[in-house]
């Protein structure tokens, strides 16, 4: 009897950059210098998540839906870090750890 095969390690874990919205509206965040930008809603006082398999883009930036700057992180979106929208409308960006 002859086997052959391959194998390889498999992490299934799904990994992203996360967002949190503590602010009083809803937000727009961006993922800049991706082609096309890409763009999710994050709801007020909620949190949501984009799915990576690894660093992306060169920034993000988030928006009020009405197209109001709040602000801009110079960093590539990555997984396994927060993007949190403080209440005041200032960002924090941090690796998540376990």
Do not use: H
């Not at 839906?65 to 992180?73: A, K, N, W």
């Amino acid at each position: 009897m002859n086997l052959s095969g391959c194998l390889f390690a498999y992490d299934g874990r799904i990994t992203t950059v996360d967002y949190k919205n503590d602010y009083a509206e809803p937000v727009l965040v961006f993922i800049e210098g991706s082609s096309p930008e890409y763009g999710t809603q994050v709801k007020s006082q909620s949190s949501n998540a984009y799915p990576l398999q690894g660093c992306f883009g060169d920034g993000l930036r988030v928006e009020t839906e009405s197209g109001v700057v709040l602000g801009r992180v110079d960093e590539q979106a990555c997984p396994d870090w927060l993007l949190t929208i403080n209440e005041d409308g200032s960002l924090t960006y941090e690796e998540i750890t376990y």
